[in-house]
């Protein structure tokens, strides 16, 4: 029964992302996360890690100034919805298409490494939530669980990966043959991290968890990369990835009592910065990799290929070219270059392209947004600029620091809410009645953008 017909029947209504605030209402209760305001609940998960301040701000830091992330975030307020009336949006939905396959929102969990440093169980969190509400999540390649054990978390849910391109051929096979094998539908290349970038944040602390084995657990848990290190892995009877030590890193991150540890001739502590070194050795050498080199992973990777990381239309169109199926327009939250084009902007530039429209339009091509996303306004104009999904990074990472997987899912669920019911006010019941059609969405008003 559609929610119209229910409403005139006097019927319980059906579930929908919507639905969430009257759940919200009826429960009188506030959110565990606090508040479903960004800035409010960016300071809830400052408030919540004061003790480990230094996890906080590796997470909210960016590079330089963080005038990119600013710039990312402004962006959105050059764009105004145009609210159309008396058009019947009783019955909405924010289902999309990506790569063939249907899913219930536009939104993904955006890869980001380290979730171990806010939580004790990790990317678990995410993986649970994420099956919970039926939302992709894309695992990092610098994650603090194994492939294997989010893959575990995650059930049946939807989930991609994305790679940090090692070094090592052999490596790189393994950490896709691993994915695949875990159920890992689509593959994310992040482009924008050869080398980290100037993040002062992290620099004033002398801040790095790789430096101590936190972050690596993907390597420590692959037999390629262990067995260059002259390490083998104890099998047990679900998986021969599991059952080392490694995975049990030390929460809260304190890198001064591992110093301590390594000084007082600790094995395991010494063990780990020597495999964090070398992992990053392989993930973040500053070997940078260039578009005859796509061909490799292609060759290798039968699903759906994505490039994050793009902000160039020429770039976009190399990925087209290089047999990529899609890309990830992202300036890494502004954690990479400062002061680089707001991602919004070149989203806008990028699917104004004809070429890259018309790939879009035949269903061979597909752009992913990603960098500023706080709301769900945000998400409809980045779906009217002609990006067909988003991917949600900080703000779930507070989820997370805050109350762990039900924190992410009060997150992500206020965001879609949020999302379903202005595109609804707006006067629209579905996303492809304003996929790429910003004339009828929204009007751009320059208000001072750079003052």
């Not at 790189?172 to 695949?180: F, G, H, I, N, V």
């Not at 009877?237 to 009592?257: C, L, M, N, R, T």
């Not at 609804?424 to 320059?446: A, T």
Request: aromatic share 10%; charged share 25%; proline share 5%.
């Amino acid at each position: 029964m559609s929610f119209k017909a229910a409403l005139e029947a006097d019927q319980e209504v059906p579930e929908s992302w919507s639905s969430y605030m009257t759940t919200v209402y009826r429960s009188r209760k506030p959110p565990t996360i606090g508040s479903y305001d960004p800035d409010k609940l960016e300071a809830k998960a400052r408030e919540v890690t004061k003790k480990n301040e230094a996890a906080f701000l590796y997470v909210f830091g960016s590079a330089g100034s963080c005038s990119t992330d600013r710039a990312n975030r402004k962006a959105f307020e050059r764009w105004y919805f145009t609210p159309k009336m008396l058009i019947d949006a009783s019955d909405r939905n924010l289902e999309t298409t990506l790569f063939g396959k249907k899913y219930r929102s536009p939104l993904l969990l955006a890869p980001i490494g380290v979730h171990g440093l806010l939580h004790p169980q990790g990317e678990l969190c995410a993986a649970t939530a994420a099956n919970n509400m039926g939302v992709p999540m894309i695992m990092s390649t610098a994650a603090t669980r194994s492939l294997e054990d989010a893959a575990k978390a995650n059930g049946d849910g939807p989930r991609w990966y994305q790679l940090y391109w090692p070094r090592s051929e052999p490596l790189t096979l393994s950490l896709l043959s691993r994915a695949k094998a875990c159920g890992y539908t689509a593959c994310i290349i992040t482009l924008d991290t050869m080398c980290m970038g100037w993040r002062p944040y992290d620099l004033d602390t002398a801040y790095l968890p790789f430096n101590h084995g936190i972050g690596i657990q993907v390597g420590t848990s692959d037999p390629v990369f262990m067995q260059s290190q002259g390490t083998t892995l104890r099998a047990d009877e679900q998986s021969p990835y599991k059952g080392h030590e490694y995975d049990k890193i030390p929460y809260p991150f304190d890198p001064v009592a591992c110093d301590f540890a390594r000084e007082a001739g600790d094995e395991f502590h010494t063990s780990l910065k020597s495999l964090g070194r070398n992992w990053s050795r392989q993930i973040h050498s500053g070997l940078f990799r260039t578009w005859d080199e796509i061909a490799f992973v292609r060759k290798h990777w039968e699903g759906p290929l994505i490039l994050k990381g793009i902000l160039h239309v020429e770039d976009a169109v190399k990925a087209m070219k290089a047999g990529c199926d899609g890309v990830v327009v992202s300036n890494h939250g502004g954690r990479q270059v400062d002061g680089a084009i707001p991602a919004l902007i070149a989203l806008e530039k990028i699917c104004d392209d004809p070429r890259v429209r018309r790939a879009q339009q035949e269903g061979n091509f597909t752009i992913l947004f990603d960098s500023g996303i706080r709301r769900g306004s945000d998400i409809l104009k980045a779906i009217a600029l002609g990006a067909q999904a988003v991917l949600l990074g900080r703000p779930y990472m507070y989820g997370l620091a805050i109350s762990g997987a039900q924190g992410i899912e009060e997150v992500v669920r206020g965001i879609l809410c949020e999302t379903e019911l202005t595109l609804g006010l707006c006067g629209f019941n579905s996303l492809d009645e304003i996929w790429g059609k910003r004339e009828k969405v929204m009007d751009k008003i320059e208000l001072g953008f750079y003052n």
